[in-house]
Nanobody, 123 residues
Framework: VQLQASGGGLVQAGTSLRLSCVAS????????MGWFRQAPGKERKFVAG????????YYADSVEGRFTISRDNAENTVYLHANNLKPEDTAVYYC?????????????????WGQGTQVTVSS
């Protein structure tokens, strides 16, 4: 499985971004996908996850109500709609794929990762 993330950028606080992650290869082995983020000097943390069917979604408390994860089944693409961005959202965002949807919040359960995309939010 290969994952290609895109959509990061430099934005002002209060604005929005849409991150995309395209999955290719043996996507039939994927049970869920997720977005994590890593700020400088900090661990990579869970942001949002979605089951491969798109029926179940999960969010970190820090982004609940501001971020929305969605999936385009036809395009094998997962999106992260990040609204009302704050400076503390600044990080490198990574998309990942896991074979265990129940473990979607657990970084170590992800078998595949895309390259990161930088999101910088200025105040």
């Amino acid at each position: 499985v290969q994952l290609q993330a895109s959509g990061g950028g430099l934005v002002q606080a209060g604005t929005s971004l849409r991150l995309s992650c395209v999955a290719s290869g043996r996507t039939d082995s994927i049970d869920a996908m997720g977005w994590f983020r890593q700020a400088p000097g900090k661990e990579r943390k869970f942001v949002a996850g979605i089951s491969w069917s798109g029926e179940l979604t999960y969010y970190a408390d820090s982004v609940e109500g501001r971020f929305t994860i969605s999936r385009d089944n036809a395009e094998n693409t997962v999106y992260l709609h990040a609204n009302n961005l704050k400076p503390e959202d600044t990080a490198v965002y990574y998309c990942g794929a896991t074979r265990e949807w129940r473990m979607v919040r657990i970084r170590s359960k992800y078998a595949y990762w895309g390259q990161g995309t930088q999101v910088t939010v200025s105040s």
